[in-house]
C-alpha cells in the first residue's frame, strides 16, 4: 500500500505539468489572435526597379581631400535625393561614413555634379564623439531615394566605387 500512495504523487505533478503548459499555449494563442486583428501592419513601401544611379565622374584629392562626383540617373523614374556614404578601408566593400544625406533631386536622365565635399572636416559622429576621417578614401556609394505618399524611401541599388 505505501507504494501506491507513492506513485499517485508522481502521476499529480505530471498532470500539473501538463495542465500548465496547456494553459500556457491556450493563452499565447489567444494573444496572437488577438494582436493579428487588433494590431494595423503598415504595408512596407520599396523603391522600384527601375531607379538607377550610376557614379559617372570621382575625383579624389588625397592631399586636399575634397571628393568631387558626378552622378547620373540611369532609370525611368525621378529620385527625390540620394546618400553618399565613403569608407576608408580597402578591405571593405560599402561605405561606413555618411557624407551627405540630403542629396538633390535629380530627373530621368539627368546628372548632377556633387563638388568639393571636404573628407577631412567632415565630422562623424560614432557613439556620441566626434570623429575625423583621416584615411584615404577607398570606396564611394551613393544610395538614391525617392519620396511616396510623403515618406522617404531608399533603394536597395546601390552605386558603388573604389577610388
Avoid at 507513492?6 to 498532470?15: A, D, E, F, M, P
Avoid at 525611368?76 to 571593405?92: A, H, K, M, S
Wanted: hydrophobic share 40%; net charge negative; glycine share 8%.
Amino acid at each position: 500500500m505505501l507504494m501506491l500512495k507513492n506513485n499517485k504523487r508522481g502521476v499529480s505533478i505530471v498532470v500539473s505539468y501538463v495542465l500548465l503548459i496547456v494553459l500556457s499555449l491556450s493563452v499565447a494563442a489567444w494573444v496572437f489572435g488577438w494582436l493579428k486583428s487588433n494590431v494595423n501592419l503598415i504595408d512596407s513601401q520599396e523603391c522600384p526597379e527601375d531607379v538607377v544611379v550610376q557614379i559617372s565622374n570621382i575625383n579624389y584629392d588625397s592631399a586636399t581631400d575634397l571628393l568631387n562626383l558626378t552622378i547620373v540617373n540611369k532609370g525611368l523614374f525621378d529620385i527625390y535625393g540620394y546618400r553618399v556614404r565613403v569608407g576608408t578601408d580597402p578591405n571593405l566593400d560599402f561605405g561606413v561614413y555618411t557624407l551627405d544625406w540630403v542629396g538633390h533631386n535629380i530627373s530621368v536622365q539627368g546628372a548632377y555634379g556633387v563638388e568639393g565635399i571636404n573628407c577631412s572636416t567632415y565630422n562623424v559622429s560614432k557613439d556620441g564623439s566626434t570623429e575625423v576621417l583621416s584615411d584615404d578614401l577607398t570606396i564611394v556609394e551613393v544610395q538614391p531615394y525617392i519620396k511616396q505618399d510623403g515618406i522617404y524611401v531608399f533603394c536597395k541599388r546601390i552605386a558603388t566605387e573604389r577610388v
